[in-house]
């Protein structure tokens, strides 16, 4: 009876061993969060982030500046409190969270809280109870309003039509570029490009000379003098565009394996790359980004993910609101099957039995060590897995950083 639970428990252990390793020590995520696409026509590609299962994301904003210092308490799921507006913070549901803004910055005056674009709070100091995802903004005021220059461009043509929403002081609106527009301070801004001027497709839009959206109709904020353009690009025969975008956030960085024709790779959400037709370029999506994890990517608004022995995100099993990989129940069927193979075809040998049946035997002639001596070696063995296990990360951290390097050149 010993013989034979002594078995079936190693032969468990056995299977466990191999499917746990399996499951975690082969980079599922790498996989999940790098795709491949052929560059055979137009692609639209999203990176999509989603706060992890029972907790909710907090977004700190700040009006009409952004780079506020705002003081957060409690930490959150990712240990991170304070920060400077904008960003987010992940919570458990339930958590109660404070929130403090300073009375003034860049020379305006605190005016108001809004909690998802309405208003919260006067005061600078307040408090919120995580059970759903909010949005606090801290909004600012000038107490003299000023003036700012709206520089309007286009590259590399000019006299392209914008449509302004918003007259100036000059109750001046749409022009063809170039053209300045002056603004009150805090005056939000709107401008719409056409998608094809002189032969050209429009490509992004860059603010004061870095990129800066990449849809047709923007809109900025004029608390300090700007210089927006648009660039368009002629059309190049055989070669296609790649949009790469992220939700909810803007802003994540994508590694981008192969330069397009321009010599540009990788980026921050939201660019363009043009590539040659037929092209194969490869996409990393950073694992956590803003407090929220790599959930899937959208390619051309449909779900899109790399089909591997794993599934994807895409695949998932959802039982009572818990998400269940298709990997890990492949891991479990691989347990149970190793477990009924490894006694039906091994441990119930004659050969197998006999050999446990001698080794049983044996192991009663055995003299086994006293309580000192198994204090002393269990000592030795716990330093030794601790300098080994020390030495492993120390060598896993360095590797790690090398292979970042690589990748981000």
């Known amino acids: 009876m010993i013989t034979r639970f002594v078995a079936w428990g190693l032969s468990s252990l056995l299977a466990l061993f191999g499917c746990i390793s399996l499951y975690y020590f082969i980079p599922i995520e790498d996989y999940l969060r790098t ?9 639209e590609l999203k990176a999509e ?5 029972g907790k909710n994301v907090l977004a700190v904003e700040s009006s009409p500046d952004t780079g506020i210092a705002i003081t957060v308490s409690p930490n959150d799921e990712n240990k991170q409190g304070n920060g400077t507006a904008n960003f987010t913070r992940e919570y458990k549901s339930g958590t109660k969270v404070s929130l403090t803004a300073p009375a003034t910055n860049n020379g305006k005056n605190f005016y108001t809280w809004t909690k998802d674009g309405n208003d919260y709070d006067i005061n600078k100091s307040i408090s919120v109870t995580m059970n759903a995802n909010y949005t606090l ?6 107490p003299t309003p000023g003036t700012n220059i709206l520089t309007v461009q286009s590259s590399p043509d000019t006299n ?7 007259n100036d002081n000059n109750t001046q609106s749409n022009e063809t570029t170039n053209f300045t527009r ?50 368009y690009v002629t059309p190049i025969p055989g070669a296609n565009i790649l949009t790469v975008q992220s939700s909810p956030d803007t802003g994540a960085s994508i590694i981008v394996s192969n330069n397009d024709k321009y010599g540009q790779s990788n980026g921050t959400t939201n660019f363009n790359r043009i590539c040659i037709s037929g092209t194969n370029v490869s996409l990393i999506a950073p694992y956590t980004y803003n407090g929220k994890h790599f959930s899937k990517w959208v390619k051309n608004g449909s779900d899109y993910a790399v089909p591997t022995f794993w599934g994807t995100s895409k695949f998932d099993l959802t039982f009572f609101d818990v998400k269940i990989r298709v990997g890990l129940i492949i891991c479990i069927a691989i347990f149970v099957t190793a477990v009924y193979l490894l006694n039906r075809f091994l441990i119930n040998r004659a050969v197998t039995a006999d050999f446990l049946v001698e080794t049983e035997y044996e192991a009663k ?27 492993i990360f120390v060598v896993d951290m360095l590797l790690a950083q ?7 050149r």
Do not use: C, H
């Open 182 to 231: 002056t603004y009150k301070s805090g005056t939000k801004v709107s401008l719409t490009v056409p998608e094809i001027n002189n032969g050209k497709n429009f490509y992004t839009w860059t603010k004061d000379g870095r990129e800066y959206d990449i849809n047709k109709s923007i809109s900025v904020t004029m608390n300090a003098n700007y210089t927006l353009a648009a660039v």
């Open 365 to 391: 002639k055995v003299s086994w060590p006293s309580k000192n001596e198994y204090w002393g070696a269990s000592v030795a063995v716990i330093i030794s897995v601790v300098i080994i296990g020390v030495f």
């Open 35 to 43: 795709i491949p696409v052929t560059m055979n026509t137009n692609y």
């Open 160 to 166: 392209v039509s914008i449509t302004v929403i918003s």
């Open 137 to 142: 903004a801290a909004v600012y005021v000038a």
């Open 49 to 53: 982030y989603e706060p992890s299962p």
């Open 402 to 408: 090398i292979r970042q390097f690589i990748y981000l």
